[in-house]
């Protein structure tokens, strides 16, 4: 086993991939958004469902040598391995395991997340790549888990040394699945998202949103209480995914690639000044060392209280941009 487990302040057992989102070390390496199921309940968006594309993170990429970029712009500790349905291009996951393996060294974890029941073949190719798998599988046979191939996987998958667990969203019956604890290392319970693709499904099922702030479904957390006394089971809320998760990555990546103008938030945005001249401004720029400002398709860019104080006098459209880290989504804009 390679990272070590954790354990919450309640005293339950997280899987050393929980360890790390906590923390928001870890990449989130999509490899397709190809899947055979089609669950009612799935969040991909539209941009990825069903489509053959890779993405690191935010960014869509092509090669290995892509995804280990965006896992060094955030220091990342560990990947994981996720879709669609990875284990339809097992020679993908592979390749791209086997690359950031021997880029970070051993100790770099990586889980996968799969909703088939991996036989011997292939977790004989993910040995060494791959150190924990979590399963999912389809909320039809929970009642009846250990009889399916996914009980036999475990069994399987743990005698070969990796630490193994089902992961699975929050549904009604989900206590089913305490039949299979003995045979896994964790059960994590992630509370049920409503998603652009899933919405109407959701509708037709008389779901709604708990709150209209965040994408939690009305009535998850009370069906994943039904086994919240075993120390193997953890849940993982939306609003922790949102906001803790995220913004401990999104901080990870700014401390890497923040430009030294540029500040970053508690939140991991980085927060910098604008100026789009109507006029010259090179007796302005003077005043500043190279590294204090970019100029960027005719905009000077600057720290932002620096733009407020010194450029007041200047001609042109001031103003404060908020942004995710690394070029990545604007957040907000405040004219100065």
């Given at each position: 086993?390679?990272q070590?487990?954790?354990?919450s ?6 899987s050393?991939?929980c360890?790390?989102?906590?923390q928001?070390?870890k990449?989130?390496l999509f ?8 669950c009612?309940?799935c969040?991909?968006?539209r ?18 040598r892509?995804a280990?970029?965006v ?6 500790l560990?990947t994981?391995?996720t879709?669609?349905e990875p284990l ?11 690359a950031?393996?021997?880029h970070f060294?051993?100790?770099h ?17 993910l040995?060494g790549?791959v150190d924990?798998i979590?399963?999912?599988?389809p ?6 888990i250990l009889d399916t191939?996914?009980a036999?996987s475990?069994?399987l998958?743990?005698?070969?040394g990796?630490l193994i667990?089902?992961e ?10 305490g039949a299979?604890?003995?045979l ?7 509370e ?9 499904a959701?509708?037709?099922r008389?779901?709604e949103?708990?709150d ?5 479904v ?11 006394g ?6 993982c809320?939306?609003?922790f ?6 913004r401990?990555?999104?901080?990870r990546i700014a401390?890497?690639t ?6 970053v ?5 980085v927060?910098?000044?604008v100026l789009?001249?109507?006029g010259?401004v ?5 005043e500043f060392d190279?590294?204090e ?9 600057m720290?932002?209280?620096v733009?407020a104080?010194h450029?007041a006098?200047?001609?042109g459209k ?5 942004r995710?880290?690394?070029g ?8 100065l």
């Amino acid at each position: 086993m390679p990272q070590e487990s954790g354990v919450s302040p309640g005293g339950r057992f997280l899987s050393p991939g929980c360890v790390l989102c906590h923390q928001g070390a870890k990449m989130v390496l999509f490899v397709t958004g190809r899947c055979r199921r089609t669950c009612w309940y799935c969040p991909l968006s539209r941009e990825r469902k069903g489509r053959d594309v890779i993405f690191a993170n935010e960014r869509q990429v092509a090669s290995p040598r892509e995804a280990i970029e965006v896992a060094e712009s955030m220091s990342a500790l560990g990947t994981g391995v996720t879709g669609g349905e990875p284990l339809l291009e097992l020679d993908r996951v592979v390749e791209y395991c086997r690359a950031l393996k021997e880029h970070f060294g051993p100790e770099h974890q990586i889980h996968l997340y799969t909703g088939l029941a991996p036989d011997e073949i292939t977790l004989r190719r993910l040995q060494g790549l791959v150190d924990e798998i979590r399963l999912h599988p389809p909320h039809e046979v929970w009642p009846c888990i250990l009889d399916t191939e996914f009980a036999k996987s475990a069994v399987l998958a743990r005698e070969m040394g990796f630490l193994i667990g089902i992961e699975v969203p929050a549904l009604p019956g989900i206590e089913d699945l305490g039949a299979a604890l003995p045979l896994l290392d964790f059960l994590n319970i992630n509370e049920l998202e409503w998603g652009e693709t899933c919405a109407d499904a959701m509708r037709d099922r008389g779901l709604e949103l708990e709150d209209g702030v965040h994408n939690a479904v009305l009535g998850a957390r009370q069906w994943a209480e039904r086994l919240a006394g075993d120390p193997k089971v953890h849940f993982c809320s939306s609003v922790f995914k949102d906001s803790v998760q995220l913004r401990e990555r999104l901080k990870r990546i700014a401390a890497n690639t923040a430009r030294p103008f540029e500040e970053v938030t508690d939140d991991g945005t980085v927060v910098y000044g604008v100026l789009e001249p109507e006029g010259p401004v090179d007796g302005f720029l003077e005043e500043f060392d190279d590294d204090e400002y970019a100029v960027s398709e005719g905009r000077i860019e600057m720290a932002w209280w620096v733009l407020a104080e010194h450029g007041a006098g200047l001609p042109g459209k001031k103003y404060v941009v908020e942004r995710y880290p690394n070029g990545g989504m604007v957040v907000e804009v405040t004219p100065l």
